[in-house]
Nanobody, 119 residues
Framework: QVQLVESGGGLVQPGGSLRLSCAAS????????MGWYRQAPGKQRELVAS???????NYVDSVKGRFIITRDNAKNTVSLQMNSLEPEDTAVYYC?????????????WGQGTQVTVSS
């Protein structure tokens, strides 16, 4: 069974940095886009950043210039470096990927990791 396993997150002061990582475990044959979503209390889940296979990353306007998404195709991992964090970045962050395994393309989600930005 293929899973997306996240690590990172936690509590940080405004202006600080955190790094989230996500690894696809199991027998994955191919991965298309990988990305990170977040969901704050009372709000809809939103796409924060995505990185297609072999293409440039995309970011929601609110994190441009502060967050950097990278992927390692050899390790089937995606990371999100978050700098200059603001209280508005507080949310549960979810890893997402389009994966090929078991004979089909499937959308996978991580379990979610809490990021809290507060003084």
């Amino acid at each position: 069974q293929v899973q997306l396993v996240e690590s990172g997150g936690g509590l940080v002061q405004p202006g600080g940095s955190l790094r989230l990582s996500c690894a696809a475990s199991g027998e994955v044959f191919s991965i298309r886009a990988m990305g990170w979503y977040r969901q704050a209390p009372g709000k809809q889940r939103e796409l924060v950043a995505s990185i297609p296979n072999g293409s440039s990353p995309n970011y929601v306007d609110s994190v441009k210039g502060r967050f950097i998404i990278t992927r390692d195709n050899a390790k089937n991992t995606v990371s999100l470096q978050m700098n200059s964090l603001e209280p508005e970045d507080t949310a549960v962050y979810y890893c997402n990927a389009r994966l090929y395994y078991g004979g089909a393309w499937r959308t996978g989600w991580g379990q979610g990791t809490q990021v809290t930005v507060s003084s």
